[in-house]
C-alpha cells in the first residue's frame, strides 16, 4: 500500500539537524524562548498522531467484529472527519504562515522546509483516498455489511499509511522548527 502513493520514506538530510544538535528534544521545554505558541503547535501533532492511530483501531475493532456496524461508522464519521480536516487546516497554514516565518528567519533550512511542503502534498493524496474509502465503508453500513467489512480492509491499510507517515514527517517538522524557534525566539 505504501508505494501507492508517492510519499518520503528517507530521513530529513542531516545536515539540516544542525539546530537541533544545539537544542535536543528532551531540551526544548525548559527553554525560555520555548513558549505556548509552540506547545499548541506541538499539542496539534499530537492529536494528529492519536486521530491516526484512533481510525486503524476502529477499523481493526469493525473487521475483527468486536465494534457493531453502525458503531464504527459513526466513530469512523467523527474521527475520520476530525483527522482530515484539521490536517488540511493545519497544514495549509503551515505551509502559507508558518513556513514562510520560519524561513525568513533561518533560510538555512528553506531544503528542508520545501521538503515539508511536498510532504504536505503527498499526505493530501493519501488523504482524498482515505475520504473516499471511509465515505463508501459508510455508506456500504447501511448496504452491505459483508461488502462494508471488505472496503473497511482497504480503509485499514490507507489509516496505517496515514500512521507511518504522520510519525514520519510530524517528527521531522518538529526537529527542525522547534530548534528555529528556539534559537531565533520566534513566536513569544
Do not use: C
Not at 499530537?46 to 492511530?53: A, D, E, K, P
Not at 513556513?99 to 520545501?114: K, Q, V, W, Y
Not at 459483508?146 to 496505517?160: F, I, S, T
Request: charged share 30%; proline share 3%; hydrophobic share 35%.
Amino acid at each position: 500500500m505504501f508505494d501507492t502513493f508517492d510519499m518520503r520514506t528517507e530521513n530529513m538530510p542531516s545536515d539540516l539537524r544542525i539546530l537541533l544538535d544545539e537544542y535536543p528534544r528532551n531540551s526544548w521545554e525548559a527553554h525560555p524562548g520555548f513558549k505556548e505558541k509552540t506547545r499548541h503547535w506541538l499539542g496539534a501533532h499530537q492529536m494528529f498522531r492519536q486521530l491516526g492511530q484512533i481510525t486503524r483501531e476502529e477499523t481493526e475493532r469493525f473487521l475483527d467484529k468486536s465494534r457493531s456496524a453502525d458503531e464504527f461508522a459513526a466513530r469512523l464519521s467523527y474521527y475520520g472527519d476530525a483527522l482530515v480536516r484539521n490536517l488540511h487546516g493545519h497544514h495549509g497554514w503551515e505551509d502559507f504562515s508558518y513556513f514562510p516565518e520560519l524561513s525568513a528567519a533561518d533560510p538555512r533550512f528553506d531544503t528542508g522546509l520545501e521538503i515539508l511542503e511536498k510532504d504536505h502534498k503527498a499526505l493530501d493524496a493519501v488523504l482524498n483516498s482515505f475520504t473516499k474509502t471511509a465515505n463508501r465503508v459508510i455508506k456500504l453500513v447501511q448496504l452491505d455489511e459483508k461488502q462494508a467489512r471488505d472496503e473497511a480492509g482497504k480503509l485499514h491499510d490507507v489509516a496505517q499509511v496515514i500512521e507511518t507517515f504522520l510519525k514520519r514527517h510530524l517528527s521531522d517538522e518538529e526537529e527542525l522548527a522547534v530548534p528555529i524557534i528556539l534559537h531565533h525566539r520566534l513566536r513569544g
